[in-house]
C-alpha cells in the first residue's frame, strides 16, 4: 500500500508554467470580451441587487437540524437529518453551491441512514478563509477526515457531487478505510477532472483557466447580478415549479459578496496543479458508483467511464434527459439509482431477454458518446484480462437488467465487476442490438 503523501501528484514545472500562461492569455480573453460588454451596457453590467436577508430555504429546519463544529480553528456548517444510530451518509455539494443542493435526496436518506449534508470550507454558512493555502488538497481532506470523525463514526458513505465529488476521489483513495461506499455524481476521477469540460458551458476551459488569476474572478462572478448563477442552474430558471426558481435567489443570497466566491475560487486555484499517482496500478476497493446525465455540458461521459477503470468494483449509471445536476433535475431516478447501490445488490449478468428499444435507448442516451464505444470495449478487455473475449464473435451484447429501475428501462454493458447502465424511456424495437465490433481486434487496449 502506498502511503498517502505519496498519493498526491504535483504537477510538474514545465505543466505548472503551461498552466500559468494559459491562465494569462484566456484572462486576457475574457477580460477583453467583459470589457467590450461594459461598453455595450456599462448599467447593466455592474448592476449588483442588494440581499440583506437569506430566503427562507436557506434556514428552513424541515430538512433537518442545523448545526456547526470548528475543526481546527474552522467552523462547518452542516444540516443533520435521519437516525443518529444509523450509518452515515456525508453529503459534499459542487461548485457553486452549498448544503441545500441535496434538498430532495436528504428526506429519502434519511429514511434508511444518518445523514449530513455538509457546506463545504467557503461555502454557504462555513468559515470562508481567504488564504489560497487554505485550501490545498491536503488541508481539505484532512478536515473533512476529522469533520467525520468529530460525529461520532468510523466509517461512512459519502456522496459527492461535482467539486464535492472530486474531494470524494481523494478521501476514497487516501482513506479508504473510512470511506465504505463511494457516489460521485457528475464528477470524474481527480486525473481526469479537469479535462472533463465540453466547449459549451458556463464554466468552460476558458473560464477554468480564467479562475486561476487573483482577484479577477470574484470580480467577474458579480456581474450582472451574478448572471454566472443563472447560466449554471439553467434547470432552475425554466422550471415550471415556482419552489424550485425560488432557489435561484437563494444561491444568490450565498454568493452575493467577493468575499463568497473567494474561498470557492480557491479551490479551483489549489486543485488543477494536483492529481492521484495511477502509475502504481492500485485501484480503489471501495464499491463506487458513478451516476452522469446524458446531456451534461459540463462532464463529458467519456471521462467518467475512464474514472471506472480505476475502480476494482464500479458501476455507471446514465440518466437520461439530464444535465450537470441529475440529483435535482431528475431525483426520482437518481434517488433510486442512489437507494438500491447503497442498500441493495444488483445482479451483474444481464439478462438473456433481449431489450426493446435498445437501438432507440443507446442511440438517445449516448448519442454524444458513440465515437468512444471502441474505447469502452477496450477498457474491459483490460479490466478483465480479455474475458469479454468469452463473448461469441467478440460481440457486445446489450441485454435488459431484471428490473433496476421500475420507470426506466435499463442497457447495461457488463465486463468483470464493472457495470454500465442507460437509463431511458421504453419505446419498441423488433431486434436485439448483438453484433461484432469490426474494430476490435483483441488484446488490452486502453485510451491512457
Not at 436528504?106 to 470562508?128: M, N, Q, T, W
Amino acid at each position: 500500500m502506498i502511503a498517502a503523501d505519496d498519493r498526491i501528484v504535483r504537477a510538474s514545472t514545465r505543466e505548472t508554467i503551461e498552466l500559468h500562461f494559459l491562465s494569462f492569455v484566456y484572462g486576457l480573453y475574457l477580460i477583453v470580451r467583459r470589457f467590450l460588454r461594459w461598453i455595450w451596457d456599462p448599467k447593466k453590467f455592474f448592476m449588483l441587487q442588494q440581499r440583506d436577508q437569506p430566503p427562507p430555504c436557506l434556514v428552513d429546519n424541515s430538512l433537518g437540524t442545523h448545526s456547526y463544529v470548528k475543526i481546527k480553528g474552522v467552523k462547518f456548517h452542516y444540516v443533520e437529518a435521519g437516525d443518529k444510530s444509523k450509518p452515515l451518509v456525508l453529503l459534499l455539494h459542487g461548485f457553486p453551491d452549498c448544503w441545500l443542493t441535496w434538498r430532495k435526496q436528504i428526506p429519502c436518506l434519511a429514511e434508511h441512514y444518518r445523514v449530513v449534508a455538509i457546506d463545504l470550507k467557503g461555502f454557504g454558512d462555513s468559515d470562508k478563509p481567504l488564504n489560497k493555502r487554505s485550501y490545498k488538497v491536503e488541508i481539505l481532506i484532512n478536515e473533512l477526515k476529522q469533520f467525520i470523525l468529530t460525529l461520532g463514526v468510523k466509517t461512512c458513505n459519502i456522496i459527492g457531487h461535482d467539486l464535492g465529488g472530486l474531494l470524494g476521489w481523494y478521501m476514497v483513495t487516501l482513506h479508504r478505510d473510512i470511506v465504505y461506499k463511494f457516489v460521485a455524481i457528475s464528477s470524474p476521477h481527480p486525473n481526469f477532472y479537469w479535462n472533463r469540460v465540453s466547449g459549451n458551458s458556463a464554466l468552460d476551459r476558458k473560464w477554468i483557466h480564467f479562475s486561476r488569476l487573483p482577484f479577477l474572478p470574484e470580480i467577474d462572478a458579480l456581474k450582472e447580478d451574478l448572471s454566472i448563477i443563472n447560466d449554471i442552474f439553467q434547470h432552475l430558471q425554466i422550471s415550471q415549479d415556482s419552489t424550485e426558481k425560488s432557489y435561484v435567489e437563494a444561491y444568490k443570497y450565498a454568493f452575493s459578496r467577493k468575499e463568497d466566491w473567494t474561498g470557492p475560487i480557491n479551490y479551483y486555484r489549489n486543485l488543477q496543479f494536483t492529481k492521484l499517482n495511477i502509475d502504481s496500478g492500485e485501484q480503489i476497493d471501495n464499491k463506487t458508483l458513478l451516476l452522469v446525465g446524458n446531456m451534461d455540458p459540463f462532464v463529458t461521459i467519456e471521462s467518467i467511464i475512464q474514472s471506472a477503470e480505476h475502480v476494482e468494483v464500479s458501476r455507471v449509471k446514465i440518466i437520461s434527459e439530464a444535465q450537470h445536476f441529475p440529483h435535482q433535475e431528475k431525483s426520482d431516478a437518481v434517488n433510486k439509482a442512489i437507494i438500491k447501490f447503497l442498500i441493495g445488490t444488483t445482479n451483474l449478468t444481464p439478462s438473456k431477454t433481449p431489450a426493446k428499444s435498445l437501438v432507440s435507448s443507446w442511440l438517445g442516451s449516448l448519442s454524444n458518446t458513440v465515437k468512444y464505444g471502441n474505447q469502452m470495449i477496450d477498457a474491459m478487455h483490460k479490466r478483465t484480462n480479455d474475458i469479454v473475449n468469452v463473448l461469441p464473435n467478440k460481440a457486445l451484447y446489450l441485454g435488459q437488467t431484471t428490473s433496476y429501475f421500475p420507470k426506466f428501462s435499463a442497457s447495461s454493458i457488463v465486463s468483470g465487476n464493472s457495470q454500465f447502465i442507460v437509463s431511458g424511456k421504453n419505446k419498441q424495437s423488433t431486434a436485439p442490438i448483438i453484433g461484432p465490433n469490426p474494430n476490435i481486434t483483441g488484446g488490452s487496449q486502453g485510451w491512457m
